[in-house]
């Protein structure tokens, strides 16, 4: 059997945010199990959020590796065309 506590509509919700229920302890007991499933269920979905938190992490790490080597390699090629740019040049005139 369920039963509400009746309210008066003053109480705002954080007076009162859950109402009561009167279950009978087979009703507790299945309460209760599926509280407990709940619960498992939401610490499976947080470890695999945790491992799929890490493996994104480095992932990003290795990118950002990558990327600076690419910019050192970009920096070194154009250092080398800056001095060449820079170098006298012989012109024939004809």
């Known amino acids: ?49 945790q491992a799929i938190a890490a493996r994104q992490q480095n992932e990003i790490a290795a990118l950002t590796a990558a990327f600076k080597a690419q910019a050192a390699q970009i920096q070194k090629v154009s250092d080398q065309l800056g001095t060449q740019s820079l170098a006298p040049r012989v012109v024939a005139n004809n």
Do not use: C, W, Y
């Open 1 to 49: 059997m369920i039963s509400f506590a009746a309210t008066s509509g003053k109480q705002s919700f954080r007076d009162n945010p859950v109402p009561k229920l009167e279950l009978g302890n087979e009703g507790n007991e299945t309460l209760e199990a599926t509280v407990v499933a709940q619960q498992k269920g939401f610490e499976s979905q947080q470890k695999q959020s």
